[in-house]
């Protein structure tokens, strides 16, 4: 059987406090390693709140899942996805802390981030500033001193460049990725059909890592019951991705319609996948064999769901679901 990781991306209402969503997370990620989970990646955000439902909590993941490797034991620490918020050396020096803290475990998703409105960088430059960043991080690791930089105070660390999975969307940071030996993962938001093209440019251009993907899962025992409880979850979650961003695009390229007039369909249109055991497990092995998948993690909070409810649905997806979920065959890497 498989790893199954967990993600949550650490939103919060307005209005619940910022120590009370990181508390209840911490929880949840308790239970999440009691059950046997194989990793728990955190999201990384920044942007103030918004006039939106709700927004992320967690703008220094390294810090918070410092703590974490002090009170889980076992469970896999993960960045979803890391942003070079300052630059590549501090990037490396936060990521050998933290393998000094929880040696073997620790696992680094790393990405461009959100182009932001007011920003002068096009998508090109800044694709371009990415590579440059990954190349300079993947010095710093391997103790590479390039003419005119000093190296770091701590030991270089060449085998955390195994840990890192790339999210990725334009072509030249795709083929960087795979040059450079590092895995590839793609998010929750995006349509299936989209994502399959990135891992099949990733294959193409020589990746022979691992491709890793990510669903917002809720599971019951009955689907009325799931329905139920993700119902003011739905209408919050459709209503910050909804006929924006990549639901835009996937409409615009025909992959999905231009409206969703019921609450299922609003899920289908941005992959929330909701339902029982087995509903859930055919969804995901259907999304596993469209994109080739030899990872997933699943997302099992939202806000407007309740904190019992996701304990729950963390019972069923780890004793029904995962036992049930299927991956190919492929020659991994050495």
């Known amino acids: 059987m498989r790893p199954l990781g967990s993600f949550n991306q650490m939103w919060g209402r307005a209005g619940v406090s910022d120590a009370t969503i990181l508390h209840t997370a911490v929880e949840e990620m308790v239970l999440a390693e009691s059950l046997g989970f194989s990793s728990i990646w955190v999201g990384e955000h920044h942007l103030p709140p918004s006039a939106g439902a709700f927004y992320g909590r967690v703008p220094a ?43 073997g475990r620790v696992e680094f998703g790393i990405g461009q981030g959100p182009t932001l409105p007011d920003s002068t960088e096009t998508r090109a430059e800044k694709a371009t500033r990415f590579r440059r960043q990954m190349t300079e991080l993947l010095d710093h690791l391997h103790g590479r001193v390039q003419a005119g930089d000093k190296p770091l105070s701590l030991t270089p660390v060449p085998e955390l460049a195994r840990a890192i999975w790339v999210a990725a969307r334009d072509e030249a940071s795709i083929d960087f990725t795979a040059e450079q030996g590092l895995h590839f993962v793609v998010g929750q938001a995006e349509n299936g059909v989209a994502q399959s093209r990135l891992v099949q440019r990733y294959r193409a251009a020589g990746g022979r890592g691992e491709a890793r993907g990510v669903r917002l899962v809720f599971v019951a025992e009955t689907r009325a019951e799931a329905e139920a409880e993700c119902a003011e979850a739905t209408e919050l979650y459709f209503g910050l991705l909804g006929y924006k961003g990549y639901h835009a695009d996937a409409i615009k390229a025909g992959l999905l319609p231009e409206t969703a007039d019921t609450p299922a369909e609003k899920r289908r249109q941005v992959d929330f996948l909701a339902g029982t055991p087995d509903e859930v497990a055919e969804a995901l092995n259907a999304h596993i064999a469209l994109l080739g998948l030899d990872r997933l993690d699943v997302m099992p909070q939202l806000p407007g769901i309740r904190t019992e409810a996701v304990a729950r649905s963390l019972r069923l997806i780890a004793q029904e679901v995962r036992p049930r979920l299927r991956f190919p065959e492929r020659q991994q890497a050495a």
């Open 61 to 103: 993941a390294e810090v918070f899942l410092g703590h974490l490797s002090g009170r889980l034991g076992r469970i896999g620490l993960g960045t979803g996805v890391k942003l070079f918020a300052t630059d590549a050396r501090r990037a490396a020096e936060e990521m050998m802390t933290l393998h000094l803290l929880a040696p």
